[in-house]
């Protein structure tokens, strides 16, 4: 049973987002769609409130400030069941990346995850936290996320911090090259509207891909019976939101799932 933690001192950069948008399904099929524990370490926050309709996830919500967090981890990590850890951002990173290693736990995790966005604090953030785990001497895989591409941009011109200029323009370096070769696995969040309306719902982008309803054929009949417009509209809504979810699932969420299956050596 796959275990995955999302980690970044950086608030802001996605991390509740790519846990359930992206971890959690990815878990959820590669387990023979088994429900998938979600455990938000987090004092302030309760993100994972906002996926109540969720299917896909047991949510827990875990207070890090507790004196035994190591023994909680243990605890928790040792579990025989998928789960995704969705670590909150600031000392809440600092007590639990501490409390995983000295636990040794770390070496119970399959993945961690890193996402950030294009600026500089989250670059900074995520190789600081890159450099934690290597210097625990965990051989731990990691996987940095870029959240929020924007699709219309040259990659490298808008993630050149982390990424560096591959154009040769600036000569600059990205915070990347100070990652050891075999670790610069990295991959892509394209930002979409779609991720906003899932989280509203309090579902994910995933599940509403895999919806079994014709909801082409509703409209259809909608129109062509002349139903009331705002039925009309609702229903011509929620046909878009749906095709953008499948086409969201195919251009982002399946790489993902096959450059983590890559490195956790799956078939």
Known sequence: MSKIVVLNAKGGVGKSTISMQVIVPYLYTRNGNRVV????????NED????INSKLVDS???RVTDSNLRDIITDIVLRDEPMC?????NKTTTYFVQSLIDSGMIDAVDLIVIPLS????????AIELYYKIKESGSDVKILFILNRYNELRDLHSQFDIFLGDKRGFFDTQGFIENVLEQDRNYVTLSDSDAIKYCRSFGTTVWELAQLDRDLA?????????KRDKQEI???SFKKALKGDCELFT???????????????NRD
Do not use: M, T
Not at 85 to 89: L, R
Not at 251 to 256: A, G, H, Q, S, T
């Open 250 to 264: 195919a251009k982002n969420l399946e790489p993902i799932f096959e450059k983590i299956d890559n490195l956790l």
């Open 85 to 89: 850890i969705d670590v909150g951002a």
């Open 233 to 235: 509209k609702l229903l």
């Open 60 to 62: 827990h919500q875990i």
């Open 118 to 125: 294009d600026g500089e604090l989250d670059a900074i953030n």
């Open 217 to 225: 054929g509703q409209l259809r009949q909608a129109i062509k019976e």
């Open 48 to 51: 994972s409130k906002s996926f």
């Open 37 to 44: 524990s979600y455990y938000e370490f987090d004092d302030e």
